[in-house]
């Protein structure tokens, strides 16, 4: 198994990525601790994976309060003995869709204050055990927005090109202690809209493109090489490749899961 005996924590444990991740990591072998604000969904998440197998334990912490997580982060390395995978997973709704003289300031704002502020505090506190025991992995997840050009975009791009650049600089600082960083570029994912925060965000979009939202998103997976979007377990099987020894070599990157929106 890829990753036996490993511990993770995962951030947003309760939401579509999180959870399908916990399914990955669970059936890999490792010991899981889900952290969100959402207690039936972390509940739920962790049901599915102990029935993989894995011993799942679960706590409600806000990922943007440093002194909660950080407690958080030493419970788990008191309980487990130490922290091996830590996956930031959490996500939000906020503004996409709209022209620069459609957005507030405070719009604008919010997913990059957020992502960047959960992101830190999460790293920050995994990262004070890994480099202690001079070994670990630091997970993060971005957007094409990075990378893309267009209206409706400049709250999201900005917020993600952050993410990814803290990435890269967390991956130098940390190199030297043998933490890794790797951070994961999924496009929209096609079966994750029935239980993420994403089918009311894209749903607004397609509105006001005057599309129903089966039509907007076929019209996305049109714009990709492989003819469609990808689907939430290639995303948490190469998470689960990316934080286990197999990828050991692998830090700093930036992973392309766009099915070819993007061509690097």
């Not at 002194?67 to 709704?93: K, P, Q, S, Y």
């Not at 003819?227 to 290639?234: C, I, N, Q, S």
Request: hydrophobic share 50%; proline share 3%; net charge negative.
């Amino acid at each position: 198994m890829l990753l036996e005996n490993k511990v993770a924590v995962i951030h947003g444990g309760g939401g579509s990525i999180g959870a399908a991740t916990a399914r990955a990591f669970a059936r890999e072998g490792a010991r899981l601790f889900l952290a969100g604000r959402s207690l039936p969904r972390l509940e739920a998440a962790a049901e599915e994976a102990r029935a993989a197998g894995a011993e799942v334990e679960v706590a409600v912490v806000d990922a943007s309060d440093q002194a909660a997580v950080d407690h958080h982060a030493d419970e788990v390395a008191e309980t487990a003995g130490r922290i091996d995978i830590a996956l930031n997973a959490v996500g939000f709704d906020h503004a996409q869709g709209l022209a620069i003289a459609e957005t507030s300031l405070e719009d604008y704002l919010y997913p990059i204050m957020g992502y960047l502020q959960t992101n830190f505090a999460t790293a920050k506190a995994a990262a004070r055990h890994m480099v202690a025991q001079r070994s670990g992995v630091l997970l993060t997840i971005s957007t094409p927005g990075a990378r893309l050009s267009g209206r409706g975009l400049i709250g999201n791009a900005a917020q993600s090109a952050g993410l990814e650049g803290f990435s890269r600089a967390l991956a130098g600082e940390l190199g030297p202690d043998g933490v890794r960083v790797v951070c994961v570029r999924p496009h929209a994912i096609s079966d994750a809209l029935t239980t993420s925060y994403t089918h009311e965000m894209f749903g607004r979009i397609a509105s006001a493109s005057g599309l129903p939202m089966d039509d907007w998103l076929d019209g996305l997976a049109g714009t990709t090489a492989l003819g469609r979007l990808p689907v939430l377990d290639e995303v948490a099987e190469y998470l689960a490749f990316a934080a286990s020894d197999r990828a050991a070599s692998m830090t700093g990157v930036i992973a392309n899961l766009s099915a070819g929106a993007l061509v690097d």
